[in-house]
Every structure is written in structure tokens, then in C-alpha cells.
């Protein structure tokens, strides 16, 4: 259970603490990736959020909510890192750095390597296609509350403020969206819930 | 206030006789509970159904899971390589053996400051004995031979370079060598009187030297700050010729702190100047502290 992984892992165990990163890894990774919009920085950025939680680990009051406080810290820091690149003066020789090395994972995504990602980060697709044609499909105030609360980490009171509507109507709508995403992408298999 | 909003939509007749959570009110606010969206009080309550209740912790692992599931279908991410863990396991480990060896490092400086700390009070507390001990012994002027001090040129004749038979000759850089003659009965010196130029020879093991010259190392830095001379930044080239105080007592070529050291150190090891009964009565300096160059 994963309460118990939690408490075990603030205790120092590493290997309820490698079962929690097993299992969150991908959301984190979606989050960062959402974020940054690039393969390398996502992942560095990955790796970041689980070491920070790891460290922090002994102040989370509640383990049962593990899920949403390292959700909170994975917003803040792809938040701080956003706002750090968007002000980054690159040097001409870690662009070209960067262009070489999307290339080669390119070639190496070309050539069917298993890790390699599916669409090659930093490029105008990668920017376009993040979002999920899952997401996209649904009906736009849905699709809005889903992407503003988990995409992009927002609490309630921060959507009211932004789309206008209240508490109450969020969290319907979330669930709401939650249960559409379910049943679309169960059926097609890609969704392995319980 | 979007927690007590949220709560509020739990109607009251959901709760339970004991005012805890029933199953259906728990349903309705373990989505609230799992985006830390709901206000204190009713996650106490709802923590203690979850802990009774098996059913409603299954409820909520199968949310848990949906809520990473969702995330993960909301942005069409590339695979994650199989290593991925093991580097996150790794950084972790390495965080945490850096931790572990700095909480080590800080262990240590501390019991360090602890031990200097009780050095020096140790060193206060002998300090302050031999100074009770000694103070009966003869003023400086007085003082047997085998003192570190040393005349420079022609001393006068009430300060002479004495140097008793069988005192050690190794504690004392003798010039110039001159006869061995019986060197007259010493006079304690009188206020008013012109001071010896005395010289304090930098050796590998410091020689003992008298109170008076550490008054005039207090002088000179008393001096030094009246002028606004910043001790560190001083330089024995730049002792004004006609100094009559010490400029540099260890001869490091710099006028710092360890002077002072060093000068503690030569003090502990020296015998005082006159009796405390004699600077009582008036007729001699109470301390080292009436030093000429404190007045000066």
C-alpha cells in the first residue's frame, strides 16, 4: 500500500522509496515534459523532483496525500526552471550542443532504440503534439479544468479565479473528465485501470 | 475560502453518530482529500474512517491510481528508458551519502570549537594562577639573570644584561660577549626614568620575555588604532624610527594577532614586574599596563 511505502520511505528505506519513483515516474515525466517541452530537460528535471521529494520527505504531514504534494513539488520546480530558461541567454555553442544532441536521438528513434522518445524534443511537433489527442478530444471546459489542475498544477481557488466557475463545478468537472479519459482510452486498452 | 467551500458540500447528516465520516460521505470527499483541497478538519475525520474502513482505502488507491493514470494520458510522452529509475536511485543514494558525511564534517568542527573553547578557558584559569604565584617574586628590573631580554647598544647602568653563573646561556643570545665581570647590585627603577630598548629574539621556541615588553605590544597596538592603522595591514618598515615599543614581537614580518599570542605566551612564562604589595603601596607600577607606551 502505498502509505505504508511512503512511511517506510521517510524513514530512509530506498526500496519503498525506488517502488514510489517506479510508480510515479511517468506522471512526473508528463508534467515536466508538458512543461519544458523537451525529452532531456524533462528528464533531468524528473530526476530532480524525486531527490528534492526524497530529501523532504520527513516534513509531508499526511502520507496518504504522497500523490499531490509531489505533484505540488514537480509545479514548483518545472515552474522556477520555466521561468529560469525563458530569461537564459544560450551561449552559440550550447545550441549548437543542443542541436547535435537532438539529432542523434533522432537517428537513434529512426533506428527503433527502445528509450528513445517517440517525438524528438525541441522540435516544433514536440511543442504542438504534448498535449494528448486523448486530452484534446474532450469537450473544452473539461479539457480546460483537466489541463489548468494537472497540467499546469493550479489549486481550485486559482481555477475559479482563472475560468470563473466555482468549487464545486471544478471538482464535477474534473471528475467528470477523469471518468470521459477513463472510458475512451480503456477501451482502446491504453488506460489500465483496476 | 476553497477548502471550507469544498467541506461544506458534505451535508451534515452524512456524518455518523460519533460526528465521524459514514462510507458515502467519505466517497464524497476522497477526491477533495487525494488534491489536498479539503479544509483540516474534515481530513481528521475522514484519516480516521480510512483507518477503520477497508473498503473506502481500497476506493482511495484505486483513485490515487486513476489520478496518475489520467496524467499520464494527458500529454503524449515518450517512453521512459529502462535505467531511468536506477539514475534517480543513484542521485539519491549519492545525496544521501553527501548528507551523511557533511553532518560528519560539522560533527567534528563542532566538538573542535568545543576543545578550543576549553583550551582557552583552561589557559585563562593557569594564567591567572601563575600570576598569583609570581606575584611575590622581584620587579623586572630585579628579575635573575636568564630573562630573554637582551640590550641592545650601551644600556643603562641600572638595566645591564645581567647574566648569573649557571643561568642557561641557550636561552640567551649574548651581545657582545663581553669579560665576565661581577655586574653591579640592580636598581628598581624609578618613574620618570628612561626604559631600556629591549629586543625580543624570534627563536623557534619563543624565549621568555618580561611584562614589559607585552605593555609595550599592547602599547603599540593601542597606538596603532588611535591612528586608524589597521593592525593586519601593518608593516614593521613603516615603524617610525624613534618607536620606542615593539613593533613586531614574533618577527614574522607582520604586526597581527599572533603577536598578541605570542606575547601571552611569553607573559605566562616571565616573571612579574614587582610585588602586588609593592604597587599597592605605590612605590612601583601596579602592572605591565603603566607601561610607557600605554601612556604615550
Redesign the interface.
Known sequence: METHLVTLASGGNLKAFEELVSRYQRAVFSIALYKSRNYFDAEDLTQDVFLAAFRALGTLKTPESFGAWLFGIAYNRCHKWYRRERTKVLKFQEVRDRVAREERLRVRATQGGGAAPAVAPGSAAAGESHVSEALLRLPQEVRETLRLKYLEGLSYQEIEERLGINAHRIDYLIRKGKQMLRERLGRRGDLGMP | ??DA??GS?VDSSALGSAGGFDCAAARAVL???????LDPIR?RLL?EH?EACAAC?DD???L??????????????????????G???A???K??RLAERSRRRRRLLRLGGMAAALLIAAGAVLWSVARREHAGRPPLAAAPAGASTVVEGNPPAAHPPAAAPGAPESALEAVPSAPRVRPPPPVAPRRGDPLPAYEIRARRTPAPVTFASFGEVLGMFERLDAEGIDPRAWQPERARPDDPCRPDPNRDGKMDPSDVAYSCQVLLSSPPPCSLEAAEAGSEPKTDCDEHCLRA
Open positions: 475560502m476553497k467551500s469544498l458540500s477526491h477533495a482529500f487525494l488534491e489536498r483541497e481530513v484519516q480510512l482505502r482511495e488507491e484505486d490515487k491510481l486513476e489520478r496518475i493514470l489520467v496524467l499520464e494520458a494527458s500529454v503524449s510522452a515518450p517512453r521512459l528508458s529502462d535505467s531511468f529509475t539514475k534517480v536511485l542521485k539519491v543514494e545525496a544521501v
